[in-house]
């Protein structure tokens, strides 16, 4: 695979967008007084050094999945490229799904994916909840302004009066209640006074647009719930979409980039900044937002909802089961961080919704560990091979190199014995035609060691070989004068019985079995994969008895592994399967 043609990046929209913004200086005006605040705590701070800002704002409701990395090497990349800063903002305004667990484990993917938000001299790591205060300051100016008004109607009132997408709404009959008593009512929600679902602060735009979400959305509901930031200080909380604009402006975000999703809401993104930008509250040049295409990726699901189910029903360990497409998952299988930026980079970012298939991920991974990955012997379905003239008593080393194309880590020692562990696979008393490996009266090279020539086999009781039996040809080792003296077309790889590592290796595959599970009407726990993982006890050469957690390697002929970061212990380690060496589900 090291042979391969590079393949440059895909197109990214977004990045032109930012090269014509800064050949235009349309955020050159900008002040930043080294913290988040309000227009009259910016003017008073110098120019902003970065020349761009933009931000990650995950909800700390779940673990991060392979999605998530396309959006952080997007927003942490552009900035890194830029000379900017990317915001690392945990959007924490609903206090009933929060939990600290979550921010930890986003915080620990973001590092490891190998970005941060440290930059010029400061640290760009912020709550949305911080800006409670201010949120409520703007509420307060909307309704003060004729913006925003409280409204008492039910759930089930506001749905019907919302209209269609062919039929206007109508108004709600607090439409019109007059300013001083919809701030005295926006206070008493404040204070606690009214219930849950009782009223909610709703904009006042146009309930004729033609824009669904125009039709004065919610901007505050009463929601009486411990918040894990802010405690009991709050029982009332923003709306996302009132929430996020006003998160990016107070925090001087240039270039705030959602999914597409998030298209339709534009328009109120935008609405809110400028009336806000008329009271004085903010000031321009406003932020902007820019929608891309999520990622779409066969043969995984990608919502929280299925991910929850197949957590909380088992059908996977956890949140880092490596079958799983969350990140925790992804690093305990064994993939890279290189791995995933390169991934960002070869899919690029457009507006148009695709899907991405799996293996082009799975090719960046080879790619990364191909090139990083040292090299090892594995024998995972092991038959034993005994040297019949080699001493009983006797070992001598081998050395193999830790990688074919980086001589500068140097070779290893590869001890030799009587009695090894080679492949089942690699014996086959009556061969098939193109079959170069062992048979009886062929030779072979153990690779790194001798040529040997096979000489008969034991059976068990069912018939089956048990013991393959050989003998070597004592100049043909590997590295000396007569190591070419005998010319042989098979090459197997091998391991000392009485040296060999036997440990658990866990064989992963796809969890799902189709390219998009659950589609049609299929339920997508039917497509789930019976073969997703096999445990096996493998035959390891000595050296991978000292891998580490997350060490990881190739092993040769099969595919790249990791010693797994939960389960291995010191001098004990357990491997999963990350990869293998070629796409296995190729038609």
Not at 240 to 247: C, K, N, R, S, W
Not at 320 to 340: I, K, N, Q, S, V
Not at 478 to 490: E, F, L, N, Q
Not at 538 to 561: N, S, V
Request: glycine share 6%; net charge negative.
């Amino acid at each position: 695979m090291s042979d391969k043609t590079p393949v440059a990046p895909a197109s990214n929209f977004i990045r032109h967008i930012v090269e014509r913004d800064l050949e235009q200086g349309t955020y050159a005006s900008r002040h930043w007084a080294r913290c988040p605040g309000d227009a009259q705590h910016h003017a008073a701070g110098e120019p902003d050094p970065a020349k761009i800002r933009t931000r990650f704002p995950p909800e700390p409701n779940g673990y991060l999945h392979i999605g998530h990395a396309k959006s952080i090497c997007l927003n942490f990349g552009l900035a890194r490229d830029f000379g900017g800063v990317c915001h690392m903002r945990f959007d924490d305004t609903n206090p009933e799904k929060e939990e600290q667990e979550y921010v930890d484990s986003i915080s620990d993917a973001v590092k490891w994916l190998g970005f941060g938000w440290d930059a010029f001299g400061e640290s760009h790591l912020y709550f949305a909840s911080n800006y409670f205060d201010f949120m409520y300051r703007a509420a307060e100016y909307l309704i003060e302004s004729g913006n925003a008004y409280v409204d008492q109607q039910t759930a089930e009132e506001m749905r019907t009066n919302r209209g269609s997408l062919t039929e206007p709404g109508k108004n709600s009959p607090w439409r019109d209640r007059a300013v001083a008593n919809n701030l005295a009512l926006f206070r008493e929600m404040r204070d606690g006074k009214h219930a849950d679902g009782s009223m909610v602060l709703r904009a006042k735009i146009d309930m004729a647009s033609p824009n669904i979400n125009l039709r004065d959305p919610a901007i505050y509901r009463i929601k009486h719930a411990h918040h894990h930031n802010t405690g009991d200080k709050w029982c009332i909380y923003p709306m996302y979409t009132f929430a996020h604009p006003l998160e990016d402006a107070y925090e001087g975000v240039t270039h705030s980039i959602c999914t597409l999703e998030f298209e339709d809401q534009r328009p109120f993104y935008d609405w809110v900044l400028e009336r806000l930008a008329e009271g004085g509250l903010l000031a321009h040049p406003l932020p902007k937002q820019y929608e891309f295409s999520r990622l779409n990726l066969t043969y995984v699901v990608l919502s929280k909802r299925k991910l929850i189910e197949l957590v909380e029903k088992q059908f996977v360990s956890g949140w880092d089961d490596p079958r799983l497409p969350t990140l925790a998952g992804a690093r305990r299988r064994g993939y890279a961080p290189e791995g995933f930026r390169l991934f960002a980079d070869r899919i690029g970012v457009s507006k148009a919704d695709s899907w991405i298939e799996y293996t082009i991920l799975e090719d960046c991974m080879r790619e990364v560990l191909n090139a990083s990955a040292e090299r090892r012997i594995a024998v995972l379905d092991p038959i034993k091979l005994v040297i019949d003239n080699y001493p009983v008593d006797q070992s001598e080393d081998c050395h193999a190199p830790n990688h074919p194309q980086k001589p500068e880590l140097g070779h290893r020692v590869v001890p030799l014995s009587r009695e090894l562990w080679i492949e089942r696979e690699d014996f086959m008393e009556e061969p098939v035609k193109g079959y170069f490996r062992l048979f009886p009266g062929n030779m072979v090279r153990l690779r790194y060691g001798y040529v040997v020539k096979c000489t008969g086999v034991e059976k068990d009781s069912a018939g089956h070989v048990s013991v393959v039996h050989c003998e070597y040809l004592p100049d043909t080792k590997s590295g000396t004068p007569g190591a070419d003296s005998v010319k042989v077309k098979g090459n197997i790889h091998w391991v000392s019985a009485a040296h060999a590592y036997a440990a658990e290796v866990r064989m992963y595959d796809r969890l799902f079995k189709e390219a998009h599970p659950g589609a049609g009407e299929r339920d997508y726990l039917d497509d789930i994969n019976p073969n997703s993982v096999n445990i096996i006890t493998a035959q390891l050469e000595p050296a991978l008895k000292e891998a580490k957690p997350e060490d990881r390697f190739q092993f040769e002929r099969h595919g790249y592994f990791v010693a797994d970061s939960k389960d291995s212990q010191p001098g004990k380690p357990v491997f999963n399967r990350t990869v293998t060496l070629r796409d296995a589900w190729q038609k």
